[in-house]
């Protein structure tokens, strides 16, 4: 029996080879969608997820309350892990880390840069890294100890057998020697915590004393609760818990799942809202619909083929055939269809896979030697099949034998509304898709594009450390003697986030409750003609005023109104505790997202301070001018790897994820597209069959080329108007809400609309056309002969 049905299959594949061809190449289309974004979801599922115990590890939090603003931080004073864990039995490990920071690792001749964190030993414990060389008790035990990574101990000395080892570490002018202790296994691939080193806590704790204040902030805590411990319920004992020990805290602390964070680990105002997980949902429902989409196009052709099947069911079920063994004959040829489609989605997915991750910026590889990945392609495969057949295959086995041989069969009313609303269907999401990429390219552009208050276009940004740290203004003066180089100064700011913050800003006529978190700026000289600042009020800092490192500052428009909505004519204000004077007044400029507000910064002459150098340069001669920044970095510093980067790119990473999402969303939006109007293509095929006589009549009687295309065109056109009408209105809905999202936005505007709309009747009118074309061209003797 089934040896049967698999050649009949076979036969019908070949007699009907278009309408085959459209079924495999759509439903592999949507299965190779599927795939991918299969592969992408489960990665972003499992991030920070393979850590052993991770429902028990905490991220401790602060909720810090500003006037009617909640800001809401993983920073937190640099003193909580050891207190908690002191203070806590809820708590087994506690661990303060640092921020990433890049640092000068020397083993002999050898001299390379790697990125880590300065962390407590239970760091270790709490994740359970596992150790490839030494004793994990004893790492970071003593203040002379490195810890490495496999991929850091292969960078640095070419193997992993390190153990005892001595290295030099530098950061910016600093130099100590380290002993390594041990070395890690590489961490897990879906992992957010990234180091290549790790350093003791308290190295980092000595060098800063502001560190045990418990009224600043700076590194991270996490936690790991002891078995048995309600995270929920911990989390709110210990909201009170700083401000126990700092009577002026404005803080609510709080521990968040560590496992949780990537993808629900957004506040606004003190309360949770979606994060990643919207996007993961999305491409998820994305993925879905180009699946159903493919599948849709599976039925419309099977169904609109009844008539060429009708006479076979006939004659099978005058032969004895019941109508549950139709329903398989139906169903098998679906799934064979379907085993077909997924044998080339595979293969497209395995040659598509590195660009994919290029686009998604990770590191995804298909788990052929996993059994669950075979299981769950099993179970597409099946699920797509039995959706894709289900309807054509119930619709045929029903075919009454009466009317099978007849002179002719006719569609039934309401097979050929569901044929319609089918695809009125597909071009819905079509419709929301377009649009919404639109949107969504037209937002992103307007972040990237817009004025942000400084010149990103013609500065460059190089780290200050070693002799270009200790002898700044030599370099200065040494890059100022190029006529391509326009300005050169620094700070201890990179524009992309906040970095410096306080509360502690009063001023005269202060409401007590208005306590806002200022940014904290620290510059050189020639600050803001080199960053382009527009300076609206008073004046830059000034050599000859001495005063100005001392008690000046320079605020931006922000912070001003901020001050003078209690008390116009602001001219002082103090700043822990010192009295400092409003030197000038800047224009303000975007230095996070443009989903957040400007915030109230504060610039301080404080050289001493800075690490950044900041490099105005003619963008018309720029490969000659950082040929020659190079060179002069590398002769003033040769013991360190000269490192630059150019502001514009700088600031396109902070719109990297919403970058990627612009890419997906075209890319599918395009596919969504394609598979439609695949099925269009077939439809229109098929009616032009069907009015084979029809138009060979017309063709006969005079009839333009014109008329014969409205005749196949029409209901066509129609569906399609629909959906777009239908469509735009969901997309307008959606993505008002997403662009909720950013304080900062483009207006949806009324043009977005009709562009989709052109765009989308503009191909699948071009692709009923190109098939009505055909049919409006053939010889109608051949066509009414038979007659």
């Known amino acids: 029996m089934f040896k049967n049905y698999f050649k009949i299959a076979l036969r019908g594949f070949k007699k009907h080879k278009l309408t085959f061809f459209i079924n495999l190449f759509g439903l592999s289309l949507g299965l190779w969608a599927a795939i991918l974004i299969g592969l992408w979801v489960d990665s972003e599922l499992k991030m920070d997820r393979e850590f052993a115990d991770i429902d028990r590890i905490y991220r401790v939090m602060e909720h ?49 840069k790697l990125e880590g964190i300065y962390a407590m030993p239970d760091l270790l414990h709490i994740y359970q890294f596992e150790p490839l060389e030494g004793d994990i008790n004893r790492m970071l035990t003593e203040n002379n100890h490195v810890v490495l990574t496999e991929e850091g101990a292969i960078s640095l000395f070419g193997r992993t057998d390190v153990v005892g080892e001595d290295v030099e570490i530098r950061q910016g002018t600093d130099s100590k020697n380290f002993i390594v202790q041990g070395v890690l296994k590489t961490l897990p691939k879906n992992s957010t915590l990234k180091f290549e080193y790790l350093l003791p806590y308290q190295v980092f704790f000595d060098e800063n004393d502001w560190l045990g204040d418990w009224g600043n902030n700076g590194p991270s805590t996490i936690i790991k609760l002891r078995e048995g411990v309600d995270g929920e319920a911990f989390s709110k004992s210990i909201s009170e818990y700083i401000v126990e020990r700092n009577e002026d805290s404005n803080v609510e602390l709080f521990a968040y799942p560590r496992g949780e964070l990537y993808l629900h680990g957004q506040w606004k105002d003190g309360m949770p809202v979606e994060g990643r997980i919207k996007n993961v949902k999305l491409f998820a429902m994305i993925g879905i619909f180009v699946l159903i989409i493919a599948c849709i196009n599976f039925m419309n052709l099977s169904t609109a083929k009844s008539q060429k099947r009708a006479k076979e069911v006939g004659v ?108 009125l269907f597909q071009f819905i999401l079509a419709t929301i898709l377009i649009v919404s990429t639109m949107v969504v390219y037209q937002q992103i552009n307007f972040a990237m594009n817009q004025d942000l208050g400084y010149s990103k276009d013609q500065l460059i940004q190089v780290p200050l450390e070693g002799k270009l740290l200790e002898s700044f203004d030599v370099f200065k003066a040494e890059l100022e003697k190029n006529e391509n180089i326009l300005s050169v100064s620094r700070s201890s700011f990179g524009f992309m986030g906040r970095n410096s913050n306080t509360g502690g800003v009063s001023w005269e006529g202060k409401d007590p409750e208005n306590n806002a978190l200022f940014e904290i700026i620290r510059v050189d000289y020639d600050f803001l003609e080199t960053t382009g600042l527009s300076l609206v009020k008073g004046r830059a800092f000034d050599r000859a005023n001495g005063a100005d490192s001392v008690s000046g500052a320079i605020l931006n428009e922000t912070a001003l109104k901020l001050m003078e909505q209690d008390q116009e004519g602001q001219e002082f204000f103090r700043m822990w505790g010192d009295e400092r004077s409003i030197t000038g007044v800047v224009k303000d400029f975007h230095f996070e997202s443009f989903r957040n507000n400007v915030a109230p910064a504060i610039l301080l002459l404080d050289p001493e301070n800075t690490w950044q150098a900041y490099i105005k340069v003619n963008t018309d001669k720029i490969r000659e001018t950082v040929a020659f920044l190079e060179a002069t970095g590398r002769n003033m510093n040769p013991e360190f790897p000269f490192e630059y980067s150019f502001m514009d790119e700088n600031y396109a990473r902070l719109y990297q994820e919403d970058v990627r999402l612009r890419d997906l969303a075209q890319y599918f939006s395009i596919l969504t597209i394609l598979i439609s109007c695949l099925g269009l293509l077939g439809l229109s095929a098929h009616v032009a069959e069907q009015k084979t006589k029809e138009i060979g009549i017309r063709k006969v009687l005079g009839a333009s080329t014109f008329s014969i295309l409205q005749v196949i065109n029409k209901e066509f056109i129609l569906i399609v108007s629909f959906s777009i009408l239908i469509g735009s209105g969901i997309a307008f809905w959606v993505m008002q809400d997403w662009l909720e999202g950013y304080q900062y936005r483009i207006n949806f505007e009324w043009w977005f609309i009709p562009l989709a709309a052109i765009t989308i009747f503009g191909v699948a009118f071009l692709t009923v056309t190109l098939q009505s074309l055909k049919a409006a061209h053939s010889n109608p003797v051949q066509a009414i002969k038979s007659e």
Not at 71 to 97: D, I, N, Q, R, W
Not at 352 to 361: A, E, K, M, V
Not at 371 to 393: E, N
């Open 64 to 112: 810090q309350t500003y006037g009617a603003d909640i800001f809401t931080t993983t920073s937190t004073p640099g003193v909580l892990a050891e207190s908690m864990k002191e203070t806590l039995s809820e708590v087994e490990y506690a661990s303060t880390y640092t921020w990433t920071q890049t640092q000068l690792f020397i083993q002999k001749d050898k001299r390379i």
């Open 316 to 423: 099978r079920k005058v032969s004895g055939a019941n109508k549950n063994s139709l329903v398989f004959q139906f169903l098998s040829e679906s799934l064979l269809i379907t085993l077909f489609a997924a044998f080339f989605a595979i293969l497209l997915v395995q040659v598509t896979l590195p660009i994919f991750n290029n686009l998604t910026g990770k590191d995804m590889s298909v788990p052929y030697l996993s059994g669950f990945f075979w299981v769950q392609i099993l179970g597409i495969i099946i699920l797509t099949g039995l959706v894709a057949g289900s309807y054509p295959a119930f619709y045929l086995s029903a075919t009454k034998v009466v009317s099978v041989f007849r002179s002719f069969t006719k569609s039934g009313k309401g097979v050929v509304m569901a044929r319609k609303g089918l695809v």
